[in-house]
Every structure is written in structure tokens, then in C-alpha cells.
């Protein structure tokens, strides 16, 4: 995702952006394919209507460690 390509490019140094790329990629393959057998088995479990909710509590979950990873990096290049 380009999104990500540019927080690694924002947040890490560049001696070490290498590495980052490829768990960022790492991470996200690992996503695509284990998202669907999670949320397959997820909808058996506790019912479909149930995983949108999870899933949306993840990504809000995640937008705030976004934001806080991007103001922590905005303060850092600014001094």
C-alpha cells in the first residue's frame, strides 16, 4: 500500500528503510491471506454481522496508532 510505503519512508531511518519495507510487506501478505480464514471462521462462530463489528474495531484501532505514529514523527522532524 502506498500508505505505508510512506510511513516507513517518514518513520524510519534510512540506513535501515530496507528492512522496514520488507516486514511492512511481510505484514501485509500475511494479512491477505490469513484476513479471509480469520473472518470465514470469525462469520461461523459468532455470525457475520459480528465480524463487520470486530473488523471495525480493529481499523479504528488502528487509525489511532496511525495518527499517534504520525504526530510522534511530525514532533520528531520538527525539532
Same mark, same amino acid.
Not at 520488507?22 to 470465514?40: D, E, N, R, Y
Not at 470486530?54 to 489511532?64: K, R
Given at each position: 500500500?502506498?500508505?505505508?510505503?510512506?510511513?516507513?519512508?517518514?518513520?524510519? =531511518?534510512?540506513?535501515?528503510?530496507?528492512?522496514?519495507? %520488507? +516486514?511492512?510487506?511481510?505484514?501485509?501478505?500475511? &494479512?491477505?491471506?490469513?484476513? =479471509? !480464514?480469520?473472518? %470465514? #471462521?470469525?462469520?461461523?462462530?459468532? &455470525? !457475520?454481522?459480528?465480524?463487520?463489528? +470486530?473488523? %471495525? %474495531?480493529?481499523?479504528?484501532?488502528? &487509525?489511532?496508532?496511525?495518527?499517534?505514529? !504520525?504526530?510522534?514523527? #511530525?514532533?520528531?522532524?520538527?525539532?
Amino acid at each position: 500500500m502506498t500508505s505505508t510505503n510512506a510511513l516507513v519512508g517518514l518513520s524510519v =531511518p534510512r540506513s535501515q528503510q530496507g528492512s522496514a519495507y %520488507g +516486514v511492512a510487506t511481510s505484514a501485509q501478505s500475511l &494479512g491477505s491471506g490469513l484476513g =479471509p !480464514l480469520i473472518g %470465514g #471462521s470469525l462469520a461461523s462462530l459468532i &455470525g !457475520l454481522r459480528s465480524v463487520f463489528g +470486530v473488523a %471495525g %474495531g480493529l481499523f479504528m484501532l488502528t &487509525g489511532i496508532a496511525v495518527s499517534k505514529l !504520525l504526530a510522534r514523527v #511530525s514532533l520528531e522532524k520538527s525539532t
